[in-house]
């Protein structure tokens, strides 16, 4: 059972457009979001984050929004740069349980074209 | 400060062998948590271990074992490999003062 889902598995946006990448979960009890960057041949980089007491968290380009009663949250990237083509990987993660079991979705490959 | 380092970071093994990967996590970090990468299944957590003890795991065989020892530093074993079990194997730690987990360069075991 797939509780973390991305469905989109790839994605391709113009250099300067805006890229939204999308992620639907299925626990109620999540309330940690994470994503994070993957190029080839390296691990996952983390990007940013968003609790589940916000609906939004801003990091210069890049803004996570959270619809808690959707379950879905959403990555957005402004304006797009060839450097952001990676795959990226949204996580969630129950924080409440005081550990840290972090459920990634299958991520999506975001190709910035020049 | 250094990364999570992963070491070999390329393995090549046959059916039936068994196989230890080592990670060291960031300097301070005590919770270490291991992930299986594999096209088209993202990341599938296996487990984390925190002050050299388990505390999660995930759904994978007993064929698949970790330890963590007093420094941090964690090792995985996989025995009886099969060939499904090729894949990139990603070591994260995580400090006390975040939520996030910092990734290593993770280690490519291919089984034949």
């Known amino acids: 059972d797939q509780q973390v889902k991305q469905n989109s598995p790839s994605l391709s946006v113009q250099e300067g457009r805006i890229s939204i990448l999308n992620c639907d979960y299925t626990?109620?009890?999540?309330?940690?979001f994470l994503w994070y960057k993957k190029y080839p041949a390296e691990g996952p980089t983390f990007l940013i984050s968003?609790?589940?007491?916000?609906d939004k968290n801003e990091d210069g380009r890049f803004t996570v929004f959270l619809n808690k009663s959707a379950k879905h949250l959403s990555l957005h990237i402004v304006p797009s740069q060839p450097g952001d083509s990676a795959v990226y990987f949204c996580?969630?993660?129950?924080?409440?349980?005081?550990?840290?079991?972090?459920?990634f979705g299958t991520g999506t490959r975001l190709k910035v074209l020049a | 400060k250094a990364g999570v380092t992963q070491t070999p970071r390329y393995l090549i093994k046959t059916r039936g062998q068994q196989v230890t990967l080592s990670c060291s996590p960031i300097?301070?970090?005590?919770?270490v948590s291991w992930y299986q990468q594999t096209p088209g299944q993202g990341l599938q957590f296996l487990f984390e271990?925190?002050?050299?003890?388990?505390?999660n795991k995930g759904n994978f065989p007993g064929r698949f074992s970790g330890r963590q020892f007093s420094n941090s530093r964690s090792e995985m074993n996989v025995s009886t490999l099969e060939l499904g079990d090729s894949a990139l194997y990603l070591c994260?730690?995580?400090?006390?003062?975040?939520?996030?987990?910092?990734f290593g360069p993770g280690t490519r075991l291919t089984v034949l």
């Open positions: 996580a969630a993660n129950d924080a409440t349980s005081g550990t840290y079991k972090y459920i």
């Open positions: 626990n109620s009890m999540f309330d940690y």
């Open positions: 994260a730690s995580k400090g006390p003062s975040y939520n996030e987990q910092f």
């Open positions: 300097s301070g970090h005590r919770s």
């Open positions: 271990y925190f002050s050299e003890t388990q505390r």
């Open positions: 968003i609790s589940s007491i916000k």
